[in-house]
């Protein structure tokens, strides 16, 4: 699709610096405003929780069916902007002009987003920080992608949704801050978890020239396969059980799991260093068996059978694995309740994949799911998931990407992540040649974007933001608390993973270091997942890297009959 231009905004970064006389708010919000693509502005200085000049506005320069939008339609793409005071508004202490340090630092959304976020975590720090809705009111989720009077996909949102709003994002933090300070911005960051880990590679594969870093958590690239595995346990529980696995249930499944599985890596400390290694049977958790959790907690034979198809993850008819899990030790919900069920699926995919606002998946059987899948990942991945791992604008450019996940994640898979960066590491011939510009850390026992019983990690952009400026590339990076607040630990770049020294606290990072390499036979075999838009097929994608390591699945995925 064209994308139009901003003529002001291109008249801003077009300017000499020493050409840009320094504004109040007010009159940048003025300047501002003469943008014909900019409406619905308000600008001002906002004195609390971090003082600085924020403009919210409005972004639309194409519209109509020719665009992709339903008739009548028009892009409207929200945007927030903050900027620290700078002198002519009496900001102080800065590095560079007023409370400015000199950088931008634009944040991601979460979910399908609708909302604009705030932007204090950037301006307190010193940068320019900025926001999106993403291009649609958070009132029109999850079904803004479906023009229902059509029935066909609202390219145009979708388009807004998943680039051209974090693309104008960043552009106009730019420009503003270049006009506000009087000079160019010395850096330009991207943070964000879950769908601002998506926008954050987005970035990084599209316009990568325009940043020297990137800070990924969680990224729900594979926005597809993603939503529908995340609709696998309650359609497990729905066809299974008929529901009576409750949360509280799994959650006990997923403790005993845990406890069965700790001293794996030698460590007893409540947490699994690498899920995929635990092999514990819910069959334990059955209401009478030694060990059991009292009633209501312990299982019937029919909960056990769905909880070990949950942490086995979605498969089709020819038993092939079709995404991956949530594993052992994470809580991911089993019941049928939006946004992981009800009639759409999780947020939307099956009203996006039929385009029809009113699909109700609960009455199709378990058996197909993998058309389901097949019909989601032709029809709408194409346009929604960010596959792609050819990142090398990114690495000539000498942007930097560090990339994280909890291995506990109860809403994204964490082993998509280890297969992203898996695809990457095969695309530049070895993880070696992505180390100098490419990391990724599991941090175990931490859930989604944060929380849970491990670790957290500390200081991530701060980190990112070392290796840019001062060429600090993390061999690792500490977590802090989680279960035990004054737990310290090492969180280490994959494939390595860490290591307990023998001596010392277990509880002590000094006592920790980073090596092995966890990407193993069994553990490259165990991830293949089926073809791309063959989800139904009796075939599965990789099985060269899976056999070039010595081995076939020993689940019999290695049958390559493709019918």
């Known amino acids: 699709m064209t994308k139009l231009k901003s003529f002001a905004l291109a008249a801003l970064l077009a300017a000499p610096a020493a050409a840009l006389a320094v504004p109040t708010c007010t009159q940048l919000g003025a300047q501002l405003g003469t943008d014909p693509f900019v409406s619905e502005l308000t600008a001002a200085v906002i004195a609390s929780p971090s003082p600085r000049c924020e403009l919210n506005f409005t972004f639309s320069s194409r519209e109509g069916t020719q665009n992709g939008y339903a008739d009548g339609e028009k892009q409207h793409i929200r945007l927030r902007i903050g900027l620290p005071l700078n002198s002519v508004d009496g900001g102080t202490g800065g590095r560079v002009e007023g409370a400015w340090d000199g950088g931008v630092m634009n944040l991601g959304g979460g979910g399908l987003a609708g909302n604009v976020g705030n932007v204090t975590s950037a301006t307190g720090a010193g940068y320019v920080g900025s926001s999106t809705d993403s291009g649609h009111p958070a009132s029109a989720n999850p079904n803004f992608s479906v023009i229902q009077a059509t029935h066909q996909l609202n390219y145009g949102l979708l388009d807004d949704f998943l680039n051209e709003s974090i693309h104008q994002q960043y552009r106009y933090a730019l420009s503003l801050a270049q006009s506000y300070y009087g000079m160019p911005a010395s850096r330009n960051y991207w943070n964000g978890c879950s769908t601002g880990g998506r926008q954050g590679l987005a970035l990084a594969l599209k316009h990568a020239k325009d940043f020297d870093g990137f800070l990924v958590g969680a990224p729900a690239n594979f926005h597809t396969r993603l939503q529908v595995a995340t609709v696998w346990p309650t359609w497990v529980n729905k066809d299974i059980t008929g529901n009576t696995l409750t949360n509280a249930k799994m959650q006990a499944a997923n403790a005993s799991a845990i406890s069965a599985c700790d001293g794996h890596d030698g460590v007893g400390d409540g947490m699994l260093a690498d899920p995929r290694a635990c092999k514990f049977d819910a069959a334990a958790n059955i209401c009478g068996e030694p060990g059991a959790p009292a009633a209501p907690n312990c299982l019937t034979a029919d909960e056990a059978k769905a909880v070990n198809m949950i942490w086995d993850g979605p498969r089709n008819d020819h038993g092939k694995r079709i995404w991956f899990p949530f594993g052992r030790g994470a809580n991911a919900s089993v019941l049928n309740a939006p946004p992981f069920g009800g009639p759409c699926g999780s947020l939307g ?154 001596t010392g606290g277990t509880d002590d990072k000094a006592n920790f270091r980073c090596g092995g390499n966890i990407e193993t036979k069994e553990n490259v075999c165990m991830d293949l997942v089926t073809k791309f838009q063959k989800e139904t097929r009796n075939a599965l994608a990789g099985q060269d890297a899976c056999k070039a390591r010595g081995r076939d699945d020993d689940e019999g995925d290695g049958d390559r009959d493709d019918n």
């Open 349 to 502: 995919i099956f009203c996006w994949s039929h385009r029809d606002t009113t699909f109700d998946w609960t009455p199709l059987p378990i058996s197909q799911f993998d058309d389901e899948t097949q019909l989601a990942t032709t029809v709408v991945a194409p346009y929604s998931d960010i596959m792609s791992v050819e990142l090398d604008t990114a690495r000539k450019h000498g942007a930097k990407i560090l990339m994280w996940h909890g291995e506990s994640d109860q809403l994204i898979p964490w082993r998509q992540s280890v297969h992203y960066y898996r695809e990457a590491a095969e695309h530049f011939d070895g993880y070696d040649r992505l180390k100098p510009w490419f990391r990724f850390f599991l941090a175990p026992g931490v859930t989604h974007c944060g929380g849970g019983v491990g670790p957290q990690p500390q200081n991530l952009f701060g980190v990112l933001v070392d290796w840019v400026e001062n060429g600090n590339a993390p061999d690792s990076i500490e977590a802090k608390g989680g279960a035990v607040a004054t737990r310290t630990r090492l969180l280490c770049p994959y494939p390595q993973t860490a290591i307990y020294t023998g």
